[in-house]
Every structure is written in structure tokens, then in C-alpha cells.
């Protein structure tokens, strides 16, 4: 590789750090972005855990809904959690917050309960076998359409998936030491492999 | 069914680092809960009184009536947090029954224990405790607290014990970085800290949980200057709905919060605000009667 991948990861509310750190293990280049010009400068961009209804009000508020929806369609994006809630087309029995569409799933919110309920577990994941996975009050996605691909489910509840540059986790890979999911993201964006390929 | 492990640290502790950047408020029933959740709160408190009507009304503070938790709950799908007083762990395993997200210890409340603290480790529901130095938090994080927040001083609108608790932790944090590592078994000795994790602090070079700012916030300018001082998030008790105006004021102290290094967005943030709450002079208070002084 050349220069380093840049990775921005929204920096409106939420676990930012956590994933900035990530980005520095994998070995790229860390950006947070803010605004419309921030997200003109990085290659690749993480919508971070927070709380989606925060996250939605920031980002109409900063008007980056369209640029997120033009970003996709050249450059990848990871959206966990919060993330995977805003990237949804539709949020089962829930018209807030307003998601931004980027992929053809339908997800509930605090699918699997209250923090109480919180919990880590053993994933296995498509093409990459079983990943310690650490779910906070966490989404699920209850179906996908056509064009999305499910990489992981949890008691008959999806909770990765992906969908041309769009990748979602329902739970947390910045939590957790093992890289593997960012290091797949990592080579998304790099054009580096075909769809689904993980790097083991 | 994969097996699930709940309860654990990162889960407890993760719950915290998905609010940073964010904004807790304080309310006393579902229609306020809706105002802070539309306003773009990372959680609610559910509390019987804020803080300043607590201040006001004196006599026994306690854990709110399950019946305003609950309504709470309901009406909003935000976090819920809820307040125990310092060393009830009844009030908290009641709370956690109940389904709060996180438990408060804290001192708003009038402590059931002048020794003693809440044995947080034994719970799967996280805590959050308050602390006014580098000490203080390192007990409570020693009794299993995922997050911390400065202690301020409760429902008085007035930010400037909240400036001086940030600036003391933030500034021992830093010097324990400083001092070598044959020099920290004097220092857990002078602070009253775990040995074990003022050591965790020199390794990560900051403090090993996310922590908010608390007591005094009260216009967007106030949540601002906590961000720069290094919070990771603020609480805000009685500021919001103390105010002329609590939507507007929710709305900006959230903005406030995620743009705090934006000047020219904080000045637009702050104009045609209304009046917020009505301040109190620190000064004004006897020992007894300051908040932050209860904890141990």
C-alpha cells in the first residue's frame, strides 16, 4: 500500500475515540469529521456507536444527510451500532430518527433490550469463523431486501450485513482487541478484494 | 443460543463510552423526557425533584417513586438512568429491577451511609458516580463504578465548582502521569487511591473511565467550557427546565456540547436564549448545606 488509507469517523456524539484508536492500530490514518469538508477528505468513513436520535438531529443539523448518501456510492462505510440504525431504509415501528437510507434493511432499535440485558457473545461470522462480539443495548436487523447480504446472525437475529460499500455490525469491533472486521472494511476501501473476502 | 455473558466490564463500561460527546438530562416526568430525547439527550435521569427544588424544599431526599421511572421508561427510547442514594444498595437493587439503564450514586441525594458506598461489582446494571478529585474517583471506581462525573455543585446553576473538580482531577491525572513509576505507591497513599489503579492510570495516560461533567451547567457557554477542559459529556440537572425556555435550551446546550471549540456556532447557539435558571452564589451555602461534600 501507499500512503495511508485515511478513515474518518463522525465526530458528532458517541464512541469516536474508541474507533480513532482502531483506525491507528489497523495502521491508517485517522480523521474525526465534523462537517461537509471534513468528509470531502477521507477515503473511507465509520459512523460510530452513540445514540442514534442524537446522532440523526446533529447530522441534519450539519446538512450532511446528501453527502453521506453521495459518499457511499464511491467510497465504504462502517456503521456500527447507532451507525447501523442511521445507514437503515426503515426502523421497525418507529418513525424516529429519520435514518439515512443507505442500505435495504429494516431494523429495531434496542432489539435485544435494555442495558441490563447488554451482553457479549461468540459470532460466528461469514468467512471469517467465530469473533468475540460486544453488544450495548444493541439493534438488530429484522429483514434485509435484495440487494443486502447478511454476514452474521445471533439467535435467528441479523446483526451484520452488507450491501455494495455499506458495511453494518449491531454490535461494537472498536470494544473489542480483534481487528478482523476492520482490517475486511480496511480492504474494502482499498479496492483490494471482492465483495466478502475477509483477510484471516 | 450462543451463550451471552452480561455484566461484564466492557459492557458496563462501553454503555458510558456511547454517550460521550453528549448531553444527560434531568426530568421529573414523561412529557420533560420527551422534550430532552427530541432535543437530542443521550439519556434522562428520571428524578422526583431537580436539583434545585431539592435545595429548596430541604428535609430527606430519596429514590424517586417507581411510578415516575416507570412513566419515563415508557415514554422514551433514549437511556434512562435514575438516582440511589450513597450507600443504598436496597434503592439500587430496587432501580435495577426496575430496568434503569445506569444508577446514580450520588450525593443530590441525602446519603443513607456516611461511611460506606454502594459494592457496585455486584451489579449487571452500571453505575455512575460522582468525585471532586483524582482520589475520590479512583475509590469509586476500586467499588466497580463505569463512569464518572465531576461533582459540581448541585442546582445552583453556578459553574464554578464544576470548573474547579474538572481542573483538579484533569490536573492530578496529570501530574500522576508525570512521576515515575517508584513514586506511586506514596502518591495511592496521599490520594486514598488503589494502588492497582493509579498504576492502570500511569499506563493509559488518562483516566481508564469516560468521565462527564455535573453540577452548575446551565447555558451553552457553561457545557462548552466543561467539553474544553477535557468532560467527555455533561449532565445538566436543574439548568433545563429552570430555564425561560427548556427546548431551546436543551437544543443548544446540545449543540453546544458536539461544537465546542466553534466560536461563531456557539455565539449563534446563545442568542434569544430567554433567561436561564435563576444562579446561586456558592458563597451563600453553608458546609452543610453543599451537596459535594457528601461522599467518602
Known amino acids: 500500500m501507499g500512503a495511508k488509507r485515511r478513515i474518518g469517523v463522525l465526530a458528532l456524539q458517541g464512541a469516536v475515540s474508541e474507533h480513532l484508536d482502531m483506525v491507528k492500530r489497523g495502521g491508517c490514518a485517522g480523521l474525526a469529521v465534523k462537517n461537509r469538508a471534513d468528509l470531502g477528505a477521507v477515503d473511507a468513513l465509520i459512523l460510530p456507536g452513540g445514540e442514534s436520535t442524537t446522532l440523526g438531529r446533529l447530522i441534519r443539523e450539519q446538512e450532511l444527510e446528501d453527502d453521506i448518501r453521495a459518499f457511499v456510492k464511491t467510497r465504504p462505510l462502517l456503521g456500527t451500532c447507532a451507525g447501523l440504525i442511521l445507514c437503515a431504509r426503515e426502523l421497525v415501528g418507529d418513525a424516529r430518527p429519520r435514518p439515512l437510507g443507505l442500505m435495504d434493511i429494516s431494523v429495531e432499535r434496542n432489539g435485544f433490550g435494555r442495558q441490563r440485558e447488554s451482553f457479549e457473545a461468540d459470532l460466528e461470522v461469514e468467512g471469517a469463523g467465530s469473533i468475540r462480539a460486544v453488544f450495548i443495548r444493541a439493534p438488530f436487523i429484522q429483514s434485509v431486501g435484495v440487494g443486502a447480504r447478511v454476514l452474521a446472525s445471533l439467535d435467528d437475529k441479523i446483526v451484520m450485513a452488507e450491501q455494495g460499500n455499506v458495511l453494518v455490525t449491531a454490535f461494537h469491533p472498536e470494544l473489542a482487541d480483534d481487528m478482523r472486521i476492520f482490517n475486511y472494511f480496511v480492504a474494502k476501501s482499498s479496492g483490494a478484494l471482492a465483495e466478502s473476502h475477509f483477510l484471516l | ?296
Request: hydrophobic residues 45%.
Open chain 2, 1 to 296: 443460543m450462543n451463550k451471552k455473558y452480561t455484566g461484564t466490564d466492557t459492557i458496563k463500561r462501553g454503555m458510558a463510552r456511547m454517550q460521550k460527546g453528549g448531553v444527560i438530562m434531568d426530568v421529573v416526568n414523561a412529557e420533560q423526557a420527551k422534550i430532552a430525547e427530541a432535543a437530542g439527550a443521550v439519556a434522562v435521569m428520571a428524578l422526583e425533584r431537580v436539583p434545585a427544588d431539592i435545595r429548596a424544599s430541604g428535609g430527606v431526599a430519596r429514590m424517586a417513586d417507581a411510578a415516575i421511572i416507570e412513566e419515563v421508561m415508557r415514554a422514551v427510547s433514549i437511556p434512562v438512568m435514575a438516582k440511589a442514594r450513597i450507600g443504598h444498595m436496597v434503592e439500587a437493587r430496587i432501580l435495577e429491577a426496575l430496568g434503569v439503564d445506569y444508577i446514580d450514586e450520588s450525593e443530590v441525594l441525602t446519603p443513607a451511609d456516611e461511611e460506606f458506598h454502594i459494592l457496585k461489582t455486584d451489579f449487571t446494571v452500571p453505575f455512575v458516580c460522582g468525585c471532586r478529585d483524582l482520589g475520590e474517583a479512583l475509590r469509586r471506581m476500586g467499588e466497580g463504578a463505569s463512569m464518572l462525573r465531576t461533582k459540581g455543585e448541585p442546582g445552583t446553576g453556578n459553574i464554578v465548582e464544576a470548573v474547579r473538580h474538572m481542573r483538579r482531577v484533569q490536573g492530578q491525572v496529570a501530574a500522576l502521569c508525570a512521576k515515575s513509576k517508584d513514586e506511586l505507591m506514596t502518591l495511592a497513599k496521599e490520594i486514598g487511591a488503589p494502588y492497582e489503579l493509579v498504576l492502570e492510570v500511569k499506563t493509559l495516560g488518562k483516566l481508564p473511565l469516560v468521565n462527564f461533567a455535573a453540577g452548575g451547567v446551565a447555558t451553552p457557554a457553561d457545557a462548552a467550557l466543561m467539553m474544553t477542559l477535557g468532560a467527555d459529556g455533561v449532565f445538566v440537572g436543574s439548568g433545563i427546565f429552570k430555564s425561560a425556555n427548556p427546548e431551546k435550551f436543551a437544543k443548544a446546550i446540545v449543540s453546544a456540547t458536539t461544537h465546542y471549540q466553534d466560536y461563531a456556532t456557539l455565539a449563534a447557539l446563545s442568542r434569544d436564549l430567554g433567561a436561564p435558571m435563576q444562579g446561586l452564589e456558592i458563597a451563600s451555602l453553608s458546609r452543610e448545606q453543599r451537596m459535594q461534600e457528601r461522599g467518602w
